[in-house]
């Protein structure tokens, strides 16, 4: 097991005396150390973002625990492990990670992280060449990070989290602000990088064509608490995503259109829209 949240509530102080917000309620969460790629969904408030952050312990539980690869977290904060050895098994890829790039070149931010875990100056520079291929940024490696374009500042920002080889990776809403083009070329970066590396990716998003086309799991979160946690198909059959405020994939609403109109039978694959144009030219011959 890589994650796992045991009855874990989280509590926001409040402005008065003893006053408090309730973010997360009876999280009861597995998350395997490998081989998954899950979304986490909900409307805004409903506590994905904090969530996401107990998976690295950014933030500590108010009650329950959350155990971490081989350590367990509580709100006992004496008794926790030391928190950089547990985020070096989970990176954490923010929103807008490019706003804390900070040194001169690619190559040394980058290589920034690993030296922060304690790799060897030599091995850190390895670790941050051998990304910067699967990123295919290698040409950008002794330029400032502050004169690429937003696609290209956000991939160096993915790879100073990547050099380090934590085991699972966090994404928070990983495509906001960037363009349709942009969008896809990350989540296809993160896509073979998961099949490549068999790393699990857990990761926020809004968007339901992103979570159809590459989730392998979705978790909803609903007014505080988990109110769905399974597959993408058994999510959008039924009203379970209309209850938790989410809207149909496009490629979705598309099938249901041409089973109405057109008498079909196609079933929730997951298709892309690609591939069930493609199909519907096969039903054409």
Request: net charge neutral; glycine share 6%; no cysteine.
């Amino acid at each position: 097991m890589g994650i796992s949240f045991q009855n874990v509530e989280y509590k926001y102080p409040g402005i008065k005396r003893k006053s408090f917000t309730l973010a997360l309620e009876n999280i009861n969460l597995n998350i395997n150390k490998e081989g998954e790629f899950i979304a986490i969904v909900g409307k805004t408030g409903s506590g994905k973002s904090t969530l996401l952050q107990h998976m690295n312990a950014l933030k500590l539980p108010s009650s329950g625990k959350v155990k971490i690869f081989d350590y367990e977290i509580t709100n006992k904060k004496r008794k926790n492990p030391k928190l950089k050895d547990v985020r070096k098994n989970v990176g954490f890829v923010f929103q807008f990670p490019e706003y804390q790039l900070f040194e001169d070149t690619v190559i040394k931010d980058i290589m920034f992280a690993p030296k922060n875990f304690g790799f060897k100056k030599e091995d850190a520079e390895k670790e941050a060449i051998n990304v910067m291929k699967l990123l295919h940024i290698t040409n950008l490696k002794d330029k400032s990070p502050f004169n690429l374009s937003g696609g290209q500042m956000r991939k160096v920002a993915i790879a100073g989290v990547l050099a380090y080889n934590p085991e699972i990776v966090l994404l928070d809403e990983p495509t906001r602000g960037l363009d349709p083009k942009g969008q896809e070329e990350i989540m296809e970066l993160f896509n073979d990088i998961h099949k490549k590396t068999n790393k699990t990716f857990v990761m926020i998003t809004h968007d339901m064509d992103i979570v159809y086309k590459y989730a392998t799991r979705v978790v909803v979160l609903n007014d505080t608490k988990i109110t769905y946690d399974g597959n993408k198909e058994d999510l959008f059959k039924d009203n379970t995503y209309l209850e938790n405020h989410l809207s149909k994939p496009n490629v979705l609403l598309l099938i249901d259109y041409l089973n109405e109109k057109l008498n079909l039978n196609l079933d929730y694959d997951s298709y892309d829209i690609n591939e069930l144009l493609g199909k519907l030219g096969d039903i054409n011959e």
